[in-house]
């Protein structure tokens, strides 16, 4: 049953297929599963860390860190790897402790001293950026042979698209990330949170350890990315990846997610981060456009879609329904 | 009081006390099985910092809350809501961006594995809410259905999460009268269930409507609880208002009314207040009489264009006027001091002589900057007048007592030399002295030839004042009293009126 509170994930939904039929359209060589493995390849990162932006943006709140986060991710993984002989595998685990760990901390300052998470997460961005320039200020390749072994890891189609471990890890991460939002109780707290924090709080949500956890994975999530980040380039930079939060904001908004917190889908975030990707990739095929058009497109749709929303919450306001079913017996 | 029955929740000796404050006294409160106990009181009586109390939002300074014979201690609103205290409030405290059946269950979800089980979540609030005489989606969103509907969702959470004492903290104040039965079926069936319920409102024939038993606060201290089959309105009104009423014999002095000023037709906003009409002469003070939430200040606002009214006009000297906003007003030579000093009148870290300066220079427009010498002037000559005390015209406004925040208020808008002043609550938080300075002046503009409007909740100081009284009661104007008719107990007779005629057709 269709209700009105997923049409912005639904239209999210169709403009995304109306914009792949208009690409293959325009180069029928666009329908072809190398494209559809490229872009879960070429957006993998984006798409992990835009899942933690989702739970942060449905809490009400915003997340500026995480571009930085992953910088930092992949400059520690290049130098623990080059300096130390511990397994990537190992190295994978301590920076999702310290990322979850540094997002949850943000998280307590965001609750405890009730600061605006603008600011927390802006000084956040500060720090995590700054840490990775102590690491390391030149760009760092990672040579390790099971780097190797994981990036030659891919299920190759019949028709020749090569669906990277990468790819796949953002798939399972949206998936996980639908369960853990609309499933469980920890995600139902996140949108009351989103909802009204006074409301919530007299419902008896424990505002402090949701907030905590909203942030730590948000956080935990810009790590994973990082980690991917660092298999997709092989290497760890500090001026990497400069912006992404914006990135990860825009796919959250334009996958139909209010900015205000308390409406919206993670899966919807799915479709946002493919739209986002499918208009680079018509670009690249387009061959004469400036990439800079990727950023006009994903502009005017931002509007686009804060416009819809908008519209839709003054539409639900117009149209409460008054006493549908009173059988009060009296 | 001799009950057989053991209350669910005796409170004793609860006290609490603010800095500078006593903000309860001593208050003792029972509540019986499958009975509905109004509490009631004025602003400021105590009410909701009794309900905090109760439910552990605060923390008391002295007393013991007994449930079920045992003594508790709720540190939360979640801890209490746990022992069996559940609470609405007013505004419904739900989400709206979730689905009913999510408002119902939020943290106790039934979950497998923790996971959500949606089909069985909805299933079993369907059956819930039917109870309640819903018939609803509980899969749609909260925000879908009207206020009424929420509120009752808000009640069966309440009453599903806690089960033996249901607060009810004004669930009517928003709804229109068909809402109100909706609710008050919802309440007779809880009440059949044996809970014991807490109903505040300030509508009394609500009160009358539902209510068993009420206890009155007045002034952090219960005055009085009593069965209210035993009492009528009048009664409970006078409890609540507690003054002497025996009607004094004012002096009044009949000066002269002059020439019709203003004249108010079928003025109305809906929802706010009915359409009602006023004529004002010159050299006169109309006081608004009426309980809280009765339209007092509403009405003030519509007239003064802080709320644009949606029906009716206004006629000044005979002339149509058009009042959108509260510019128009005072381009007419209206004034409106409000109710809210602190929030609605003063710019507290503005200087004294800013604020007396304001309304002046607004209307001036900012363009054209009164001289310094020239605002020098007006401000002290008001000081000197009003005998506002200050150190000095520069320091914040509030810094200053109730009582010369009022008169510096009054001033500011003395210095636009309005033909119509009105004043919502002037006397409300000033000390006896200031208040007899302020009653004084009303005099005296009044016979300046001024016309005033003034509401207020003291009687004997509208009594004393006024040459005619408007009386209020539900948002709408029930009744004028004019010359002997004006005394402290036809305005309190005035204002139970139809709590009465409601019982006596019951």
Redesign the interface.
């Known amino acids: 049953m269709i209700?009105?509170?997923h049409l912005p994930l639904i239209i999210t939904l169709a403009t995304f297929v109306l914009a792949f039929a208009l690409c293959g359209y325009a180069y029928p060589s666009m329908l072809s599963t190398r494209v559809v493995a490229n872009l879960l390849t070429d957006n993998a990162f984006l798409g992990i860390a835009a899942v933690g932006m989702t739970f942060v943006i449905l809490s009400g709140g915003i997340d500026l860190s995480i571009g930085s986060v992953i910088a930092f991710t992949g400059v520690f993984l290049a130098v623990i790897l080059r300096e130390t002989s511990i397994h990537p595998l190992m190295a994978f685990a301590l920076v999702l402790v310290i990322t979850t760990a540094f997002g949850g901390a943000m998280g307590a300052l965001i609750h405890y001293l009730e600061m605006p998470p603008f600011i927390v997460t802006l000084a956040g961005m500060f720090l995590a950026r700054g840490a990775a320039y102590v690491l390391s200020t030149e760009s760092v390749p990672i040579t390790h042979e099971f780097y190797d072994v994981l990036q030659d890891l891919y299920w190759k189609a019949p028709s020749g698209g090569r669906f990277r471990l990468i790819g796949g890890v953002m798939v399972l991460t949206f998936l996980v990330g639908i369960?853990v939002a609309h499933?469980?109780?920890f995600g139902?707290?996140v949108?009351?949170l989103?909802?009204?924090q006074?409301?919530?709080r007299?419902?008896?949500?424990p505002l402090a350890s949701t907030t905590i956890g909203i942030y730590a994975i948000s956080g935990g999530l810009a790590g994973l990315s990082g980690i991917v980040f660092s298999l997709y380039t092989s290497a760890g930079y500090s001026l990497a990846t400069v912006g992404v939060e914006l990135d990860a904001i825009a796919a959250v908004v334009i996958g139909g997610t209010l900015l205000t917190g308390?409406?919206g889908f993670v899966a919807g975030t799915f479709f946002g981060i493919l739209i986002m990707g499918l208009i680079q990739t018509y670009i690249v095929f387009d061959g004469t456009l400036s990439s800079w058009w990727t950023k006009i497109v994903i502009g005017g749709l931002l509007f686009a879609f804060i416009l819809l929303q908008k519209g839709l919450t003054w539409a639900?306001?117009a149209?409460?329904?008054?006493?549908?079913?009173?059988?009060?017996?009296? | 009081m001799t009950d057989d029955i053991r209350p669910v929740l005796h409170a004793q000796g609860i006290s609490k006390f603010f800095p500078g404050t006593i903000a309860l006294d001593d208050v003792e409160l029972r509540l019986y099985p499958g009975e509905v106990h109004a509490l009631l009181g004025e602003n400021g009586a105590g009410k909701s910092t009794l309900i905090k109390c109760l439910t552990g939002a605060y923390q008391r300074d002295g007393g013991t809350i007994t449930l079920d014979g045992q003594e508790v201690n709720p540190q939360s609103?979640?801890a209490s809501?746990k022992l069996g205290i559940g609470t609405v409030?007013q505004e419904v405290?739900?989400?709206?961006?979730?689905t009913v059946a999510?408002?119902l269950f939020?943290?106790r979800?039934p979950?497998r594995y923790?996971?959500?089980s949606?089909r069985k979540m909805n299933a079993s609030a369907r059956a819930t809410l039917s109870g309640?005489?819903?018939?609803?989606d509980p899969?749609?969103?909260l925000?879908?259905?009207?206020v009424?509907?929420q509120q009752v969702v808000a009640i069966a959470?309440a009453v599903e999460m806690s089960g033996k004492v249901l607060i009810l903290d004004e669930p009517t104040a928003s709804l229109d009268r068909?809402?109100v039965?909706?609710l008050?079926?919802?309440i007779?069936q809880l009440k059949a269930r044996g809970l014991a319920i807490v109903f505040i409102t300030h509508f009394l024939d609500q009160v009358f409507d539902i209510s068993d038993r009420a206890t009155v606060l007045r002034n952090g201290r219960v005055v009085g609880t009593r069965l209210l089959q035993d009492v009528t309105p009048k009664d409970v009104v006078t409890l609540m208002l507690g003054r002497q009423l025996e009607a004094r014999v004012q002096e009044r002095k009949t000066g002269a009314v002059g020439k019709t000023l203003i004249e108010i037709q079928n003025l109305s906003k809906r929802g706010m207040i009915e359409p009602f009409s006023l004529e004002l002469h010159e050299g006169e003070v109309v006081g608004l009489a009426g309980l809280l939430g009765s339209g007092r200040t509403e009405t003030a606002n519509l007239i003064f264009g802080v709320v644009q009214a949606d029906g009716g006009k206004i006629k000044l000297r005979g002339q149509d006027i058009t009042i959108n906003r509260p510019r128009d007003a005072v381009a007419h030579r209206f004034a409106l001091c409000p109710e809210d000093r602190k929030t609605e009148g003063i710019v507290g870290d503005l200087s004294v002589r800013d604020n007396i300066i304001l309304a002046l220079q607004a209307r001036q427009g900012w363009m054209r900057p009164i001289p310094r010498a020239k605002i020098n002037e007006i401000a002290e000559s008001y000081v000197r007048a009003l005998d506002i005390r200050l150190a000095s015209l520069d320091m914040p406004i509030r810094l200053l007592s109730g009582g010369n925040q009022q008169k510096a208020l009054l001033a500011r808008w003395l210095a636009t030399n309005p033909e119509f002043l009105i004043l919502d609550e002037p006397t409300r938080g000033i000390d006896v002295g200031a208040h007899a300075e302020i009653i004084a002046l009303i005099e005296q503009l009044r016979e300046d030839g001024m016309a005033l409007l003034v509401a207020s909740s003291e009687l004997e100081e509208l009594v004393a004042y006024s040459t005619r009284v408007v009386v209020l009661r539900d948002r709408r104007q029930v009744s004028e009293l004019t010359g002997d008719q004006i005394t402290p107990d036809n305005i309190v007779r005035a204002i139970a009126d139809e709590a009465a005629a409601t019982v006596e057709t019951a």
Not at chain 2, 132 to 136: A, E, P, Q, R, S
Not at chain 2, 143 to 146: F, G, K, V
Request: hydrophobic share 35%; charged share 15%; net charge positive.
């Open positions: 209700r009105s509170t369960i499933r469980t109780r139902q707290n949108y009351a989103g909802g009204g006074q409301a919530a007299l419902m008896g949500v308390g409406y639900t306001q149209r409460q329904r008054t006493v549908t079913g009173s059988a009060a017996p009296s | 609103t979640a809501q409030y405290n739900l989400l709206p961006n979730l999510e408002n939020l943290g979800q979950v923790g996971i959500v949606r309640y005489g819903l018939d609803i899969a749609e969103p925000s879908a259905y009207s009424a509907i959470r068909d809402e039965q909706l008050f079926s919802v007779r």
